[in-house]
Each structure stands twice: as C-alpha cells, then as structure tokens.
C-alpha cells in the first residue's frame, strides 16, 4: 500500500505561482513512477505530468508545458509540481497518482494509487 498527501493548494489570481506537494509513504515509493492529474469541476480527471522513478523522465501536457515543472525527491518521499503563470483554466482539484509500471503514465485508470486532492483556484 501507498498512502499519498496533497498540499499547496489554495486561491492565487491570474499569472500567480503555486507549489503543490505530495508526500507519500508505505511502501518504497521511489519505486513508482509519480503523476499529477487535475479535475475542472464537471469534468473527467486529466493528465498534466509525470516523472519516472528515478526523476530522469518527465513529461507534462501540452496546456502546461513551459509554466509546471514536476519534481521528486526520493529522499524524502515527496513529488512536487511547481505552477507558474497560473490561468484561470488551471482552476481545478489537483490529485496525485502512483504507479507501479512505467508506462501509460497520462492515462488516470492506470494509477494503482491516489490521494485525495488538493483544490487550486486561480482568479482573472
């Protein structure tokens, strides 16, 4: 089992930053590849990044390329995504995801494990 914590969420107006963490424990994280996902109220869960196991590969959607960056520290059991040029559009419940294999990362079902989301708003 994998427990997983978000925070950092929270209200930021348009072209803010946020730094949004994940703090996992139970079994070896570092042994599974970490994402981020984003659900707009009334919508289905989306993609927005990935890391690898070992934080080598990353890969991120194409509405957050330039502005996040995901990051991991196996160390300390922590997956961050730093947000910067916040858009209205990113308003969301942001969630992190585990999973055991390292492929299909941008695909929700996928995930063998989640926490239980972190609501960020921004403002225009």
């Known amino acids: 089992q994998v427990q997983l914590v978000e925070s950092g969420g929270g209200l930021v107006q348009a072209g803010g930053s946020l730094r949004l963490s994940c703090a996992a424990s139970?079994?070896?994280?570092?042994?599974?590849?970490m994402g981020w996902f984003r659900q707009p109220p009334g919508k289905e869960r989306v993609f927005v990044a990935a890391?690898?196991?070992?934080?080598?590969?990353?890969s991120y959607a194409d509405s957050v390329k330039g502005r996040f960056t995901i990051s991991r520290d196996n160390a300390k059991n922590t997956v961050n995504l730093q947000m910067n040029s916040l858009k209205p559009e990113d308003t969301a419940v942001y969630y992190c995801?585990?999973?055991?294999?390292?492929?299909?990362?941008?695909?929700?079902?996928?995930?063998?494990?989640w926490g239980q989301g972190t609501q960020v708003t921004v403002s225009s």
């Open positions: 890391i690898s196991r070992s934080g080598s590969t990353t």
């Open positions: 995801g585990a999973r055991y294999l390292p492929s299909e990362l941008t695909i929700t079902r996928q995930y063998d494990y």
């Open positions: 139970g079994r070896t994280v570092s042994s599974y590849a």
